[in-house]
């Protein structure tokens, strides 16, 4: 399966936004002969269980450095306890991320902190015509508040350009073995 890096979608609830956005990505997956009708709350909720493992403890090391900043985190117990029970719902949460908006084909999650906000928008687009033609996108918005916004992307960012893709891989395959 091949990820690659995209433009923005434009079916994204997001993109009337973009411009306001001081960092923008998008990576694209198809969805192999995939013809069931997915609901978007299962994508939702495969995003938190797809990170790879070094990622993981990435994110784990980011929330107790960050906490010292007074910055908010999201607790790996928080995220396992709300898995179970979390429905993608709009206000909803799990660890740090809320959900922010949601359709029948997009679910947008983030935060916002006083050094940044932060969206993560998961958008299957499913080709009317044929199957094969599904894909699912993961697209990262980024809007500075201040220096230090700045300052805790820059280190982040090359490692969000692989942990992205990654997650999309396995979101994808986790649907797919789903079938």
Known sequence: ?????????????????????????????????YNRNIDISEIGRAFFTSGPKWGKKMFAFRNKAMGIFGLKTGSENETKQTERSFKCEVGERAGLFKVFDKNSNEIVLGEDDKHLDFRVSLLIDRGKKHPEENSLAISTTVKYHNWLGVLYFLPVRPFHKLIVPAMLKNIISRLESEK
Do not use: C, H, Q, R
């Not at 995209?6 to 998008?26: G, M, R």
């Open 1 to 33: 399966m091949k990820i690659k890096k995209t433009e923005f979608p434009e079916k994204s609830i997001l993109f009337k936004e973009k411009k306001d956005f001081d960092y923008v990505d998008s990576f694209e997956g198809k969805l192999a002969n």
